[in-house]
């Protein structure tokens, strides 16, 4: 069972890169999450989509941009890359978050010098 | 102040021993409340559900106090394997979206 596949594991990007990460889900979800986790601050929402065609800023939204390609998959883009960017960034999908299920990826370790 | 704050820990406990972790939020109109485990550089997962009149899971028991606004997960007998880092998450409903905030997490570490 893939669940929720993000590419790629491990990047590093020099400052003013950009890259983008993808990020895939077979659960037939509507909704798909972006969030990045760094030390001491916990998960921290940067964009979601609750369905197919919309798309939501989050909590630490500055510096990203985001792409529901469709049902399946949901991107992340970082446009000009900066060193306070440098976490790990999981994707997520759920059905319903009123049960609190959210399903992750492995989650992407992004290192920006 | 942050929505959802627990203790970073680390506690350090035998095999056999119960541990418990507390939880508080700041919102009181949080509608849901869960426990969430994660690895080592692992992603997160959903350990359990927390429901108002108290629930358990094997060896885990979760609680909540809506009048004090706090959320504890108590884990019996330990295992080496429970050893993880436990995310404190709170469900806010808001203009009928739901959004899941989630504390910095308390790291457990079982020792032989």
């Known amino acids: 069972n893939a669940g929720v596949t993000q590419t790629p594991k491990f990047q590093v990007l020099k400052t003013g890169q950009s890259m983008t990460l993808q990020c895939a889900q077979d659960m037939n979800h509507n909704s798909m999450y972006w969030y990045r986790q760094d030390p001491g601050m916990g998960l921290r929402l940067i964009y979601y989509s609750a369905s197919e065609g919309t798309t939501d800023k989050g909590e630490v939204p500055n510096g990203y941009n985001v792409s529901r390609l469709n049902k399946r998959e949901f991107s992340l883009r970082l446009e000009s890359a900066a060193p306070s960017q440098t976490s790990v960034y999981f994707c997520a999908s759920s059905g319903t978050l009123y049960t609190g299920e959210l399903f992750f990826g492995e989650g992407s370790r992004l290192t920006v010098l | 102040r942050k929505e959802v704050e627990q203790d970073p820990g680390p506690f350090n406990v035998p095999e056999g021993a119960t541990v418990a972790f507390n939880c508080t939020y700041s919102?009181?109109?949080?509608?849901?409340f869960f426990w969430y485990r994660q690895d080592c550089r692992k992603e997160p997962k959903l350990l359990m559900s927390?429901?108002?009149s108290g629930n358990e899971d094997g060896r885990f028991t979760a609680q909540l106090n809506r009048a004090s606004q706090y959320i504890s997960l108590l884990i019996r007998d330990s295992k080496l394997s429970d050893s993880a880092t436990y995310l404190c998450v709170v469900n806010r409903r808001a203009y009928n979206t739901d959004k899941l905030i989630f504390g910095t997490g308390t790291r457990l570490q079982v020792f032989p």
């Open positions: 919102n009181s109109a949080s509608q849901s």
């Open positions: 927390v429901y108002s």
